[in-house]
């Protein structure tokens, strides 16, 4: 087990399965698949929210909902921050957000908007620094505390 | 952060708890950054990224009734993205199902909340709002509370206004409030740059490319980029705040860039100059080979992607009057020089509502039409927001619409080739 510290940007605890993108996490990408049939099947009951971002081959396919994800930034459109917000709101989001870099605009708006107007808890953590990135890898069990450790356990 | 007293007061809930709660969210949206302080906004307009009624937004939707109902309005009028969809554009009866009845099928109960909020006029659905014609074009040095990447980098770079990256629904609450969280973008040290970017072309460099490169390189950081202005001049004309479009919007889409310095072009770069270099900056050398590399690392998600091409995109973002007349002129050269009366692939040039008006004036308007091209104010990425266009082979010279769905890249030149013919 290691011990990453950083900053509490939305505080919670939560243990969860790692999920990492070493590049950019382009949100309106990554939902853009799973927004497409919203009311039907997209955010819904029975898929688990597959990345649709075809430019990031470690996530592109994987299911996010639930899972710790573990990221620099994000990136792209400044759908962004309501997309996290919509995730939020149904229910759908990754289990808490970690980032190695300080947190972007979108990302922390996404975060915020889902803290102060709806009842999910997504823990957010960020500054955790590059060797945070380095040694998590998908699939790890990550454990989020309040004061913005993390605990990443290599089984 | 220090509030004043009136937006402490709002905080603790002297405006109603609806109120209080868009100001706690800015507020922790500015801890979040270590802002001292909220600044007054101060363009004249605002600009929403939020443009469409997508069934699974419904939270989205219900927060904006929520502010509604407490009788919360913008301090601005604003302008908004482009609509997702438009009769014009071509597509099938099993999309048109798709379309209206699955997807956007919220589209009716959004466009009245925008009305009720403050759209500046049903006409002003587009994400090239800073166009002249359409009329939502900051002043330098003005703080904004815009979301719309490609618009907010436009904004931040060619105009001189200050913007952060915020997102959809935060910045109809920067609107709403009338101040914003001051960091990042807004501040002096914000927009120094962080990388000096040397382009070392021996050919004009694609916008889209070139703007892909240098997002994906950089992030969210700033750029400093040296050896354009060789190939866009020094003054910003029409020509070249169209190519700056297009290369930020690229820059946005696949990094997080929010403003780029022109040396010599962009008016803080030609105001400062090297000053705007952070001391430490990385260096970015971008060469004829790199940008061939990074063409070549797109991928193409087509099922199959030798097919021929079914639909053709051009303006994403949407094209400013001189554009689309270029690309009139250049399709109808083109056909006539391959010999053809129509288009070889449906076409579809997106441009905001008053361009189109001023454009269907000109002398080129009745023969493209003629000739089979669309002209349409839609979202070409809200109409391929779909699984149906997946099995669709969709060509763009848009870099920003290649990220977010299944179209394939192709140059200005190649989609020209391939639209009146001539493609080999």
């Known amino acids: 087990m290691k011990i990453f510290q950083g900053r509490v940007v939305v505080p919670g605890t939560v243990t969860a399965e ?24 997209a955010m819904g009951k029975d898929t688990e929210v597959a990345c649709g971002d075809q430019n990031n081959p470690e996530l592109y396919k994987k299911p996010m909902m639930g899972k710790a994800l573990c990221l620099p930034q994000t990136i792209g459109s400044t759908t962004g921050g309501m997309i996290l917000f919509t995730a939020c709101a149904l229910g759908k989001q990754p289990a808490c957000m970690l980032f190695s870099k300080p947190i972007d605009s979108l990302a922390a708006s996404g975060a915020i908007l889902g803290d102060v107007w709806t009842d999910a808890v997504m823990p957010v953590v960020d500054q955790l620094g590059d060797e945070f990135l380095e040694y998590v890898k998908t699939g790890m069990s990550i454990s989020v505390k309040e004061n913005g450790i993390v605990e990443v356990h290599d089984s | 952060m220090k509030l004043n007293e009136e937006q402490q007061a709002m905080l603790d809930g002297s405006r109603g708890a609806v109120m209080a709660k868009i100001m706690k969210t800015l507020v ?18 605002g600009h929403t990224v939020i443009s469409f009624g997508l069934g699974v937004m419904d ?55 925008l009305k009720k909020l403050g759209i500046t006029k049903d006409e002003d659905y587009t994400c090239a709002c800073y166009l002249e014609l359409v009329g939502n074009a900051p002043q330098k040095g003005d703080v904004l509370s815009w979301a719309e990447s490609s618009a907010v980098v436009y904004a931040n770079s060619v105009l001189g206004a200050r913007c952060n990256r915020n997102s959809g629904i935060l910045e109809m609450m920067g609107s709403i409030a009338g101040f914003v969280p001051e960091f990042g973008l807004l501040t002096e040290e914000g927009r120094k740059a962080d990388w000096v970017v040397e382009v070392r072309c021996e050919k004009k460099p694609e916008a889209q490319l070139l703007g892909s490169a240098i997002g ?10 040296k050896g354009l202005d060789a190939w866009l001049g020094t003054e910003l004309n029409d020509s070249a ?42 260096v970015y050398v971008i060469d004829d080979a790199e940008l061939e590399r990074v063409h070549r ?47 070889a692939v449906p076409t579809v040039f997106t441009a905001p509502v008053p361009v189109i008006r001023e454009y269907e004036k000109t002398i080129y308007a009745w023969p493209l039409k003629k000739a089979g091209v669309v002209i349409s104010y839609i979202c070409p990425l809200m109409y391929m927001n779909n699984p149906l266009c997946k099995s669709k082979a969709v060509i763009t010279s848009s870099n ?13 030149s190649e989609i020209l080739d391939i639209i009146t013919g001539g493609a080999k």
């Open chain 2, 216 to 225: 994906m390189k950089v992030m969210e950081e700033v750029p400093y980029i």
């Open chain 1, 18 to 41: 790692a999920l990492v993108s070493h590049g950019g996490f382009n949100t309106l990408a990554s939902y853009q698949m799973a927004l497409q049939f919203g009311d039907l099947k």
């Open chain 2, 400 to 412: 920003k619409l290649r990220t977010y769905t299944s179209a394939k890249y192709c140059t200005d």
């Open chain 2, 297 to 343: 690392e797109y991928p193409v998600i087509w099922k199959n992607p030798d097919a021929n091409p079914q639909l053709a995109f051009v303006g994403c973002p949407h094209l400013s009057l001189q554009q689309l007349t270029d690309w009139a002129r250049a399709v109808l050269k083109g056909l006539e020089a391959n010999g053809r009366k129509r288009v």
């Open chain 2, 59 to 113: 939270p989205v939707y219900d927060l904006y009734d929520e502010i509604l109902s407490a009788g919360i309005l913008p301090e601005q009028k604003f302008t908004a993205d482009p609509k997702p969809l438009d009769p014009k554009v071509p597509s099938g009866p099993l999309e048109d199902l798709v379309f209206k009845k699955l997807m956007y099928n919220r589209q009716e109960r959004y466009e009245q909340q």
């Open chain 2, 241 to 282: 705040k169209a190519y700056l479009k297009d290369f930020g919007a690229a820059t946005a889409s696949n990094g997080a860039v929010g403003l780029y310095h022109i040396e010599n072009l962009t008016p803080e770069a030609v105001e400062l100059g090297e000053s705007l270099i952070k001391p430490d900056a990385k």
């Open chain 2, 28 to 45: 922790m949206y500015g801890d979040a950054f270590d802002a001292e302080r909220m600044v007054p906004v101060t363009s004249r307009y």
